[in-house]
Nanobody
């Protein structure tokens, strides 16, 4: 059974940094692409960053390029999202997602498995 468990959310001031982690289990890491999404109240879920664990190809939403970095650790099957210079409008629940296949992307419809999410609150 595929399981994704996020951690690392919390409260941070605008301009601050957070590191989110997603512990993945129940599947062969190399066969999957992973991503982070976020959903603010009243808004649609949006893709933030994705990574193909086979070759580390990454994709980022334009709004986070240069500030967020997605990475993975093959040894312990975790996918991390380092977020710098956070903005109040980035307050949201952040979700980890996984899809079979090595091609990553930022469309939520591509992903089959989801974690429960972790709250990130950025104060102004």
């Amino acid at each position: 059974e595929v399981q994704l468990v996020e951690s690392g959310g919390g409260l941070v001031q605008a301009g601050g940094s957070l590191r989110l982690s997603c512990a993945a289990s129940g599947f062969t890491f190399d066969d999957y692409a992973m991503a982070w999404f976020r959903q603010a109240p009243g808004k649609e879920r949006e893709g933030v960053a994705s990574i193909a664990t086979l070759d580390a190809t990454t994709n980022y939403a334009d709004s986070v390029k240069g500030r967020f970095t997605i990475s993975f650790d093959n040894a312990d099957h975790t996918v991390n999202l380092h977020m710098n210079n956070l903005k109040p409008e980035e307050t949201a629940v952040y979700f980890c997602a996984a899809k079979w296949g090595v091609v990553a992307g930022l469309g939520s419809h591509l992903y089959d498995h989801w974690g429960q999410g972790t709250q990130v609150t950025v104060s102004s």
